[in-house]
């Protein structure tokens, strides 16, 4: 008996209207992109490990997929180690290479490596697969598109409100409402300095980063279990429990970081781009969270995240501010700042709060009946017309009833049906059927071309 065919763990097939629906949600970011003036680069599904290891953190190392090397993978290995199970010796001499975990570190590298080839500031975004070996949920699937825009070689707030205004655009076009949170890496730098744990800095961060998730008792659990004292979590329970307008919770950080530099820096970087804001027509609500950290390695400034309301769905968006990446690759001083759009997850948002449009059910406006060999031959004639008036139109290949090729539109989602018989050819009146309404009309064959354009 064959075996069942089936795909990995947290991977999909996409049906034809899923690629329709996925397409509207891929063609209206890149509208948008191109419209800021952004620029679309490919990189490869693999990157040396090398590239990939250590710029994502302890967590994101582990959640890399490796892939072995080719032909006798297993000749230089130390059959000791694999005795010992000491996989992580293990997987550095049978894989020097892995899927990308995301488009940031491989955009970072080719920014570096095709340095003299780039005019800076370089407005980039790409739109691409992305692999991480998580444990698959809702929302969350080990390959997934991500949508990518970064400005590099920048220093400028006004990318970062820059980005804000992309990511607003994007989801009011989409009809999402949404929140995008803000903090500043040099906020949470701040914070550890505050309570005399600077070396604490990636414990604090990653703690605290749970807050919504799992409250505030349960963070301060959890930095009890890192070292950090009574002393500074008793400093830090009023900075997690900031409240009030942005404004406001700014000030009050303002005050606390009298001595501390970094905090002073980071507060007036987010002040400088929320003032910016203000002035500019934004749609979705502008929050300051001083516990927002994304656990990524590589933030130096701005954190964003975005979560669409009415779902709970995690983050749809996300990015930041990154001054030290392409230095770790042999280019130091050059700052970048971008963020990622999720697409699967903006997909499921899309798909929870029935927000597709019903038109991308379907690549064709029109289909046209097919009554025998002559109806067919003359049909293809109208076909092309159509085709070269750019209507997005097919020809049913087959002369079946017509109840059949009737049920084939509707099932495609298809909203008009051209009946093209034998009395139709000789009126040249032809029937549009209406697929949603079930109303007819007898035209012209230029008239139904109007009609279909104006509908």
Same mark, same amino acid.
């Given at each position: 008996?064959?075996?069942?065919?089936?795909?990995?763990?947290?991977?999909?097939?996409?049906?034809?209207?899923?690629?329709?629906?996925?397409?509207?949600?891929?063609?209206?970011?890149?509208?948008?992109?191109?419209?800021?003036?952004?620029?679309?680069?490919?990189?490869?599904?693999?990157?040396?490990?090398?590239?990939?290891?250590?710029?994502?953190?302890?967590?994101?190392?582990?959640?890399?997929?490796?892939?072995?090397?080719?032909?006798?993978?297993?000749?230089?290995?130390?059959?000791?180690?694999?005795?010992?199970?000491?996989?992580?010796?293990?997987?550095?001499?049978?894989?020097?290479?892995?899927?990308?975990?995301?488009?940031?570190?491989?955009?970072?590298?080719?920014?570096?490596?095709?340095?003299?080839?780039?005019?800076?500031?370089?407005?980039?975004?790409?739109?691409?697969?992305?692999?991480?070996?998580?444990?698959?949920?809702?929302?969350?699937?080990?390959?997934?598109?991500?949508?990518?825009?970064?400005?590099?070689?920048?220093?400028?707030?006004?990318?970062?409100?820059?980005?804000?205004?992309?990511?607003?655009?994007?989801?009011?076009?989409?009809?999402?409402?949404?929140?995008?949170?803000?903090?500043?890496?040099?906020?949470?730098?701040?914070?550890?300095?505050?309570?005399?744990?600077?070396?604490?800095?990636?414990?604090?961060?990653?703690?605290?980063?749970?807050?919504?998730?799992?409250?505030?008792?349960?963070?301060?659990?959890?930095?009890?279990?890192?070292?950090?004292?009574?002393?500074?979590?008793?400093?830090?329970?009023?900075?997690?429990?900031?409240?009030? $307008? /942005?404004? @406001?919770?700014?000030?009050? &950080?303002? %005050? !606390?970081?009298?001595?501390? #530099?970094?905090?002073?820096? =980071?507060?007036?970087?987010?002040?400088?781009?929320?003032?910016?804001?203000?002035?500019?027509?934004?749609?979705?609500?502008?929050?300051?969270?001083?516990?927002?950290?994304?656990?990524?390695?590589?933030?130096?400034?701005?954190?964003?995240?975005?979560?669409?309301?009415?779902?709970?769905?995690?983050?749809?968006?996300?990015?930041?501010?990154?001054?030290?990446?392409?230095?770790?690759?042999?280019?130091?001083?050059?700052?970048?700042?971008?963020?990622?759009?999720?697409?699967?997850?903006?997909?499921?948002?899309?798909?929870?709060?029935?927000?597709?449009?019903?038109?991308?059910?379907?690549?064709?406006?029109?289909?046209? $009946? /097919?009554? @025998?060999?002559?109806?067919? &031959?003359? %049909? !293809?004639?109208?076909?092309? #017309?159509?085709?070269?008036? =750019?209507?997005?139109?097919?020809?049913?290949?087959?002369?079946?009833?017509?109840?059949?090729?009737?049920?084939?539109?509707?099932?495609?989602?298809?909203?008009?049906?051209?009946?093209?018989?034998?009395?139709?050819?000789?009126?040249?009146?032809?029937?549009?059927?209406?697929?949603?309404?079930?109303?007819?009309?007898?035209?012209?064959?230029?008239?139904?071309?109007?009609?279909?354009?104006?509908?």
């Amino acid at each position: 008996m064959a075996q069942k065919p089936s795909i990995p763990k947290g991977t999909r097939d996409f049906s034809p209207t899923e690629m329709a629906r996925r397409n509207y949600i891929f063609d209206t970011i890149k509208e948008v992109f191109r419209k800021y003036g952004y620029l679309p680069i490919e990189t490869p599904a693999m990157e040396n490990l090398s590239t990939l290891m250590g710029k994502y953190g302890e967590e994101g190392d582990r959640l890399l997929f490796k892939v072995l090397n080719s032909g006798d993978f297993l000749k230089k290995m130390d059959v000791s180690d694999l005795k010992e199970n000491k996989a992580a010796k293990t997987a550095t001499k049978i894989s020097d290479k892995g899927l990308r975990y995301d488009l940031t570190v491989p955009f970072a590298r080719y920014v570096v490596q095709h340095r003299n080839d780039i005019t800076f500031p370089f407005k980039r975004y790409q739109v691409q697969a992305v692999w991480r070996a998580d444990r698959p949920q809702k929302g969350r699937y080990r390959e997934f598109y991500q949508c990518d825009i970064d400005v590099i070689g920048s220093n400028s707030l006004l990318n970062e409100t820059e980005l804000i205004r992309v990511i607003d655009e994007i989801f009011k076009t989409l009809g999402i409402n949404i929140t995008i949170k803000l903090n500043n890496r040099k906020i949470l730098s701040g914070i550890a300095e505050k309570v005399n744990a600077p070396e604490k800095l990636m414990d604090i961060t990653i703690a605290i980063d749970k807050l919504d998730k799992i409250g505030v008792e349960k963070v301060y659990e959890e930095l009890k279990s890192k070292g950090i004292d009574d002393d500074a979590i008793s400093q830090l329970k009023p900075i997690m429990g900031l409240s009030g $307008t /942005n404004s @406001g919770k700014l000030k009050i &950080l303002e %005050a !606390l970081f009298d001595n501390v #530099e970094q905090g002073q820096k =980071g507060v007036a970087e987010l002040e400088a781009v929320l003032n910016q804001l203000d002035m500019l027509d934004i749609k979705a609500n502008i929050q300051f969270d001083q516990s927002l950290a994304r656990g990524l390695n590589y933030y130096t400034g701005a954190i964003i995240e975005v979560k669409a309301e009415g779902v709970n769905i995690g983050s749809i968006c996300g990015g930041g501010r990154y001054d030290n990446l392409t230095g770790i690759f042999g280019l130091p001083g050059i700052s970048g700042v971008g963020v990622s759009f999720g697409a699967d997850r903006i997909y499921d948002t899309l798909q929870e709060l029935d927000l597709f449009p019903k038109q991308t059910a379907s690549s064709s406006r029109v289909m046209i $009946t /097919n009554f @025998g060999e002559t109806e067919s &031959l003359h %049909a !293809l004639k109208v076909l092309e #017309e159509m085709h070269n008036e =750019g209507i997005y139109a097919e020809l049913y290949p087959d002369s079946a009833k017509i109840q059949k090729q009737m049920r084939y539109a509707d099932q495609k989602a298809i909203p008009f049906v051209l009946l093209v018989g034998e009395q139709e050819i000789k009126s040249g009146d032809y029937t549009l059927k209406n697929m949603l309404t079930g109303t007819q009309h007898n035209f012209k064959l230029s008239q139904i071309i109007s009609f279909i354009k104006e509908n």
